[in-house]
């Protein structure tokens, strides 16, 4: 249960090439789309704070 | 891009309604500015794939060159750019080595030397005049973009060269595996043998590189802005003055955020370094496996940062004598192990503090694990274990977050109020 989570979240990441078992063509797209999406969104909003990264100065 | 007025680190701020200009002008954050993709990422992961295969190396080097010209000039001005001789010197030099030569003890201490004087002159010399006025220190000292390391991928080319662990390359292969600008600035550190293949291959899956790599890097991009940068609100609370005026819990609080906060920014600063060579259709090393759900501090280990913890096993423990010596070197050989660690994350005795405290819980792990064997698989005890291992990671955290002043008043006021 714990890792087809851990795959699943890792395959929408980008982590991981190989698709899940249970995500069909369809909602695999659609999935992948939303993530896209919310990640623009998400980005889109915060990026006005931004900081270094902390290892630049390492 | 956001609505409200807010400064960066480096002292730049960014105000509503200008992002795109402020970002381009941002430049120091290189990951996270427009610059990196519409200058160099895109037209350089583009043209990579359309050039012939002997041109390909020429354009991660051209375009290297030119990334670490433009951001070292933007953060450290004429004498970080002219910095870019060091690469052209170590291509050179590199030339020179092979198995059993002379010439890569002459790299290794290259390297070396490079980082010490660069990285850690005034701290050494000023530890070595202690009380007294400091008088060889360098006033105008900065660090080279990337320092820590581009000197590691120098060193372990040259280690494995004597060693006949990797082929030489062309001069061109070298180029660009020291040049490749998505992993030169903060990793994951590459190998050489791992890399030429992937240099050598013809970039083929398109699509699936891309679809990919742009996949990670905006996951990277998420865990910096929408949890990284989140967090510095509380973070930011670090400091000798809101640390003397808060609640013991509220310190636990902004302690736990930089635990999560570090995590999100490095991991984040990865998935866009990996996500970015994907695009290239070159696959570099994974630097995080879910570090914070391990069982114990040295799986931990094997989990975060990866890159570097293999470097530190095979170019620093291995040479030691690894486990292969007697207990109590065994102990000795991973504490000085992380306290090269430490040191090589900073130069400051808070940062020893920090190394000297992984090398005694991992040492401390081996102990245990030598009297009660094999962990157990009761399911309270395995959620128990990965708890402790989180909070002890984390109880570290303060010393590689502040300087020792201010981490041992943060833990003054913590156990003692």
Redesign the interface.
């Known amino acids: 249960m714990l890792s087809r989570f851990?795959n699943t979240i890792e395959y929408?990441?980008?982590?991981r090439?190989v698709r899940p078992p249970f995500l069909n063509g369809y909602i695999d797209l659609l999935l992948?789309c939303l993530?896209?999406g919310f990640?623009?969104l998400?980005?889109?909003?915060?990026?006005?704070?931004?900081?270094?990264?902390?290892?630049?100065?390492? | 891009?956001?609505?409200?007025q807010?400064t960066?680190?480096?002292g730049t701020p960014?105000r509503?309604g200008d992002?795109f200009e402020s970002?381009l002008r941002?430049n120091?954050?290189?990951?996270?500015t427009f610059a990196y993709y519409l200058v160099f990422l895109l037209p350089a992961a583009t043209l990579y794939r359309l050039v012939p295969a002997s041109l390909r190396v020429w354009v991660i080097s051209v375009f290297g060159s030119a990334f670490f010209l433009y951001f070292s000039y933007t953060m450290a001005g004429t004498w970080g750019a002219l910095c870019l001789l060091i690469f052209l010197w170590e291509s050179i030099i590199s030339r020179l080595y092979g198995p059993r030569s002379g010439w890569c003890i002459f790299g290794i201490l290259q390297s070396v030397t490079l980082l010490g004087i660069f990285k850690y002159w005034n701290f050494f010399t000023g530890l070595a005049l202690f009380g007294r006025t400091n008088l060889i220190r360098w006033q105008g000292a900065f660090?080279p973009?990337g320092i820590?390391?581009f000197t590691f991928e120098f060193y372990h080319y040259a280690w494995d060269r004597r060693q006949n662990k990797t082929e030489a390359g062309t001069l061109g292969e070298y180029l660009a595996f020291i040049l490749f600008f998505p992993t030169m600035?903060?990793?994951p550190i590459k190998r050489y043998q791992d890399f030429l293949p992937k240099l050598r291959q013809k970039p083929t899956a398109w699509n699936?590189d891309w679809?990919?790599?742009?996949?990670?890097?905006?996951?990277g991009?998420?865990k910096?802005?929408?949890v990284a940068?989140?967090l510095?609100a509380w973070t930011d609370h670090l400091n000798v003055h809101d640390i003397l005026i808060a609640d013991r819990r509220v310190l636990i609080l902004w302690g736990f955020a930089y635990g999560i906060k570090?995590y999100a920014?490095?991991s984040?600063?990865s998935?866009i370094a990996i996500?970015s060579a994907r695009l290239f259709g070159i696959r570099v090393p994974?630097n995080f496996d879910?570090p914070y759900g391990r069982r114990n501090i040295q799986r931990f280990w094997q989990s975060w940062h990866i890159s570097l913890t293999r470097w530190l096993i095979d170019y620093v423990y291995i040479p030691l004598g690894g486990s292969r010596v007697s207990t109590p070197r065994i102990y000795l050989n991973i504490i000085v192990v992380m306290l090269v660690s430490g040191l090589?994350?900073?130069a400051g005795i808070n940062f020893v503090v920090w190394g000297l405290w992984h090398g005694l819980l991992l040492a401390g792990h081996r102990i245990w694990r030598g009297f009660m064997g094999n962990p157990s698989s009761n399911p309270v005890a395995i959620f128990s274990s990965r708890l402790l291992t989180f909070v002890l990671v984390n109880a570290g955290w303060p010393f590689f977050c502040m300087n020792m002043h201010t981490a041992t008043l943060f833990y003054r006021r913590l156990i003692f109020g």
Not at chain 1, 12 to 15: C, N, P, R, S, W
Not at chain 2, 1 to 4: D, E, L, N, T, Y
Not at chain 2, 28 to 32: P, R
Request: net charge negative; charged share 15%.
């Open positions: 851990r929408l990441a980008g982590e090439d992948r993530v896209w990640a623009m998400l980005i889109y909003t915060f990026s006005g704070q931004s900081s270094k990264f902390i290892y630049i100065d390492f | 891009m956001a609505s409200i807010t960066v680190l480096v960014i509503a992002g970002l941002v120091s954050l290189i990951f996270n660090l973009l820590s390391f600035v903060a990793g699936l679809e990919r790599g742009i996949t990670r890097i905006l996951t991009l998420v910096k802005f929408a940068d989140l510095t570090i920014d490095f984040g600063y998935d996500g994974e879910w090589w994350h900073g």
